[in-house]
């Protein structure tokens, strides 16, 4: 055929003519494949009809498929996703606002619920302990924002004001005729109708804030390799601070701030045989109290108990841990607790956990210790992340606060520890701990926020700079141009 026609003829005839060519010698290549001569042709021929290549030998075992992941690899990749997810900038600022104001919304809905039949008991409308409730969180919530607004150098300028202002009310309750007696406990300033101060509440916050800028000017200055500068005046501080509160009886705040000053002074990096005599120090003067104190004593003696013993001495405990196993999975119904019909002392402040559990079950209370896991956990990260030493003893005495006191009231509501009278954080009723609790809440937000990454993410939300830096400025094209 001429070449002009060759190269008129249509491309199917042309693919037809060569895969004859390739059939016609294929004997050959099998008869000797090792001839120079029958080889050459065939390389010709492979070159000209563009044939593929043979496929790689299949290993045994071994599909020739896309390759498969491992085993795991869902669990690993959701593992991954998670981990991915927990590192970005603002996860620990979202974690902290969201189960602060959960814990409270959640509060206020169990307040309401474990506090009519008490307020009927009383002669007030069945509101009357949620309304108050309800001030103090919207009160609160104003000092959140505050405090989540206000610049660190603020916050450490405000430690001092704070802490002589709290240790003027503290000595004004031990006056006779100005301190208030709730319960036994000398610790509270009357401020005119339905409303009381519990000042040494506001001495944790106290605390936390002093104690921190006292650290971070004491490393600054490196002064915290001396024993006595890491002790002096911290340590004398805080004990002025809990005798004030042993004063008045309440063993359960000084509990709390005793855990506070444990935690600055764990990361201040107190050494292990500093650490140790303060802590043996600060049993013994527990241990007097408790040995001393028949009310104290028989608190100590109710850990387990499941009987009310003699004289009903365990009847709070007891009726708690019958409220948690009346519960169930998923509890009696929200407003249908028996335990709340006078059988449960102090349902709404104290024992508002046992309540949950009968109302909600299982289920709630698991809520309500997740909810908790994750705003300590954050308070956590937000203190092991940042290079500001101020930043890491605040947050560290806050999450150390938060958690500390929550473990106590749960454990003294599962017959796992004594009954100490301290509120679960953010949920049970009483206005004088929620607003320090509340502001401290604040400090992590303003804390989260005060990491540069944080910074960054958060101006990339504001809606002028985020059209300003994702808009892409794209060509018009042809309107046939794909």
Not at 246 to 254: E, Y
Not at 338 to 366: M, N, R, Y
Not at 380 to 395: H, K, M, Q, W
Not at 445 to 472: C, H, N, Q, S, Y
Request: proline share 7%; with cysteine; charged share 15%.
């Amino acid at each position: 055929m001429p070449a002009e026609e060759s190269s008129a003829a249509p491309r199917g005839d042309r693919s037809r003519a060569t895969a004859a060519i390739s059939r016609a010698l294929t004997p050959p290549l099998l008869a000797g494949a090792g001839s120079p001569a029958l080889l050459g042709p065939a390389l010709r021929v492979r070159s000209v009809t563009g044939s593929r290549r043979p496929p790689a030998p299949r290993s045994k075992g071994r599909s020739t498929g896309s390759p498969r992941s491992p085993r795991g690899g869902g669990v690993r990749r959701m593992y991954e996703q998670a981990r991915r997810t927990w590192d970005r900038p603002l996860t620990a600022y979202y974690v902290i606002l969201g189960a602060s104001l959960l814990i409270t919304v959640l509060g206020l809905v169990m307040v309401y619920s474990a506090s009519m039949i008490k307020a009927l008991e009383l002669d007030k409308p069945s509101t009357y302990f949620f309304r108050k409730q309800f001030l103090a969180a919207v009160i609160g919530a104003g000092l959140m924002a505050l405090a989540a607004r206000m610049p660190v150098k603020l916050h450490r300028a405000s430690a001092y004001p704070l802490l002589m202002g709290t240790v003027f009310l503290m000595v004004l309750v031990q006056v006779p005729g100005i301190g208030v007696s709730v319960n036994g406990n000398q610790n509270w300033l009357y401020l005119g109708g339905p409303f009381q101060l519990q000042p040494s509440e506001f001495g944790k916050l106290a605390l936390v804030l002093w104690g921190a800028d006292l650290l971070a000017r004491k490393q600054d200055k490196r002064l915290l390799t001396q024993w006595k500068h890491m002790l002096v005046p911290l340590v004398p501080v805080a004990f002025m601070l809990l005798g004030l509160i042993m004063l008045g009886g309440d063993m359960g705040t000084a509990i709390i701030l005793t855990a506070i000053l444990f935690g600055l002074l764990w990361l201040a990096g107190a050494p292990t045989r500093l650490f140790a005599g303060v802590l043996a120090f600060a049993g013994a003067i527990a241990f007097v109290l408790i040995k001393t104190s028949p009310n104290r004593m028989s608190r100590l003696a109710c850990i387990g108990a499941s009987e009310p013993g003699p004289g009903d001495s365990c009847w709070q405990a007891v009726h708690g841990i019958y409220a948690l196993a009346s519960g169930g999975w998923f509890g009696s119904g929200l407003g249908a607790s028996v335990e709340k019909w006078g059988q449960l002392p102090e349902p709404h402040t104290d024992f508002i956990f046992a309540i949950t559990g009968e109302e909600l079950g299982l289920a709630g209370t698991l809520s309500v210790l997740a909810l908790f896991a994750a705003l300590g956990y954050a308070g956590i990260r937000v203190a092991g992340r940042t290079e500001d030493p101020f930043v890491r003893y605040a947050a560290g005495g806050v999450t150390t606060w938060i958690m500390v006191q929550a473990v106590i009231n749960i454990g003294a509501v599962l017959g796992l520890l004594p009954i100490a009278g301290v509120p679960l954080p953010l949920f049970s009723y009483g206005g004088s701990a929620l607003l320090p609790t509340m502001f401290a809440v604040g400090l992590l937000i303003a804390f989260a926020r005060e990491d540069p990454a944080a910074k960054a993410a958060l101006a990339m939300r504001r809606p002028g700079v985020r059209w300003k830096t994702m808009r892409r400025r794209v060509k018009k094209r042809p309107s046939g141009e794909r």
